[in-house]
């Protein structure tokens, strides 16, 4: 004969339902007003420091930040209490962004200054994919993340050698053009060589002599390769990720938590794993 819940037990999955069930009319119901108030905390901060707006109701600001703030806590504390496993939820990268989202206001409380990083609160956007099961997007979010990790050792290599241009590159621009330029040190000019070869060019230091404008040219002209490079790497292995991958399929769904995002040759469900059906 099995124990009776505890009225713990039947909050904690009352909880978890509304929370982490998108599926479910209260869990999206919940997730939509979550977004709302994401936005409008973004909102806020941003009109916090506009200068004219925040000299009359900077007060008011702060206390609707205070409220969304102890609204955001209490949502996460609830996350971690309703799960089996807290540690996974609070390692997971939506853990570490939900509790991103809330320390910037409680560590204004000794530095103000860090009140304006609640800004990272947009990252909470990114659930707004979860609720919406759209397949076509799943598949697409999907195939970019396979392709950003089949990639990233390549790109890491890539801005290996960038780094080491942009030093040798700082370092010769030093001993050309020197303090008469603006080249008043090695780091001076590895921050031109970095801002040169990104090509956004501030154009608070540039080069004087005939030598100096001609390496500066060339660095330019690596610019433009060197943005091309990273993109082409990712969009060969974005590429290579469809041919891998069949179109989303939305005759296999999931008799468990009824998502439809599922490959042609998918055999477990993707978003609980419970086996698909073969037809």
Same mark, same amino acid.
């Given at each position: 004969?099995t124990?009776?819940?505890?009225?713990?037990?039947?909050f904690?999955?009352?909880?978890?339902?509304?929370?982490y069930?998108?599926?479910?009319?209260?869990?999206?119901?919940?997730?939509?007003v979550?977004?709302g108030?994401i936005?409008?905390?973004?909102?806020?901060?941003?009109?916090?420091?506009?200068?004219?707006?925040?000299?009359?109701?900077?007060?008011?600001? +702060?206390?609707?930040e205070?409220?969304?703030?102890?609204f955001f806590?209490i949502?996460?504390?609830?996350?971690?209490i309703s799960?089996?496993?807290p540690?996974?939820y609070?390692?997971?990268?939506y853990?570490?962004?939900?509790?991103?989202?809330?320390?910037?206001?409680y560590?204004?409380?000794?530095?103000?200054?860090?009140?304006?990083?609640?800004?990272?609160?947009v +990252?909470?956007f990114l659930?707004?994919?979860?609720i919406?099961?759209?397949?076509q997007?799943?598949?697409?979010s999907?195939?970019?993340?396979?392709?950003?990790?089949?990639s990233?050792?390549?790109?890491?290599?890539f801005?290996?050698?960038?780094?080491?241009?942009?030093?040798?590159?700082?370092?010769?621009?030093?001993?050309?053009?020197g303090?008469? $330029?603006?080249?008043? $040190?090695?780091?001076?000019?590895?921050?031109?060589?970095?801002v040169?070869?990104t090509?956004?060019?501030?154009?608070d230091?540039s080069?004087?002599?005939?030598?100096?404008?001609?390496?500066?040219?060339?660095?330019?002209?690596?610019?433009y390769?060197?943005?091309a490079?990273p993109?082409?790497i990712?969009?060969?292995?974005?590429?290579?990720?469809?041919?891998?991958?069949?179109s989303?399929?939305?005759?296999?769904?999931?008799?468990?938590?009824?998502s439809q995002?599922?490959?042609?040759?998918?055999?477990?469900?993707?978003?609980?794993?419970?086996?698909?059906?073969?037809?």
């Open positions: 004969m124990k009776n819940k505890s009225k713990y037990e039947i904690r999955e009352r909880v978890k339902i509304i929370l069930g998108t599926n479910t009319v209260l869990g999206r119901m919940f997730d939509l979550l977004l108030l936005l409008l905390s973004v909102l806020l901060v941003m009109l916090d420091t506009v200068e004219s707006i925040s000299y009359k109701y900077h007060s008011y600001l +702060l206390i609707c205070w409220i969304i703030t102890i806590t949502e996460y504390l609830l996350r971690v799960i089996q496993k540690i996974k609070i390692f997971s990268f853990g570490i962004i939900d509790l991103l989202a809330i320390l910037p206001m560590l204004s409380i000794f530095f103000p200054a860090t009140s304006v990083l609640t800004m990272i609160r +990252l909470r659930r707004l994919f979860k919406l099961h759209i397949p997007i799943s598949h697409q999907f195939q970019l993340k396979e392709a950003l990790e089949a990233k050792e390549k790109i890491l290599v801005i290996y050698f960038v780094s080491i241009s942009a030093v040798i590159i700082g370092a010769m621009m030093y001993v050309v053009e303090k008469e $330029s603006g080249f008043t $040190s090695i780091p001076v000019g590895i921050y031109w060589a970095i040169t070869l090509t956004v060019g501030y154009g230091i080069p004087a002599t005939p030598l100096g404008q001609f390496l500066a040219s060339l660095v330019m002209i690596m610019g390769g060197i943005i490079v993109t082409g990712v969009t060969a292995e974005f590429a290579k990720s469809s041919l891998r991958n069949n989303v399929s939305t005759k296999k769904t999931c008799k468990k938590c009824n995002v599922h490959f042609d040759s998918a055999k477990y469900c993707y978003e609980c794993g419970t086996e698909l059906p073969n037809n």
